[in-house]
Nanobody
């Protein structure tokens, strides 16, 4: 599966940004699509995930109450709506796809996008 992220950019603190991740194909299983991020000098961090069929969203602590993950099955695309962004949200954001028995763990994802930069200015 090829994943293409878009929506990178520079945004002021308190603003909003929407990231998109388009998958080249989609299986008919309940695979997960996830967003992870990595800030300079820090480890990869789980942000959010959603499954194609069950549609249950999962959020990491940084995303709770501010970010919303959604998907458009017809377009094989997953979105991450980021609201009230903070300087600490600055990172490279990666989209990932896979069976992911535990969606918060990167090891469960077999395919990854190249990553896009999100920079929040304070």
């Amino acid at each position: 599966v090829q994943l293409v992220e878009s929506g990178a950019g520079l945004v002021q603190a308190g603003g909003s940004l929407r990231l998109s991740c388009a998958a080249s194909i989609r299986t008919f299983s309940d695979d997960a699509m996830g967003w992870f991020r990595q800030a300079p000098g820090k480890e990869l961090e789980f942000v959010a995930a959603i499954r194609w069929i069950s549609n249950s969203p999962f959020y990491g602590d940084p995303a709770k109450g501010r970010f919303t993950i959604s998907r458009d099955n017809a377009k094989n695309t997953v979105y991450l709506q980021m609201n009230n962004v903070k300087a600490e949200d600055t990172a490279v954001y990666y989209c990932a796809a896979g069976s992911a028995d535990i969606v918060t763990q990167a090891v469960g994802y077999s395919d990854w996008g190249q990553g896009i930069q999100v920079t929040v200015s304070s």
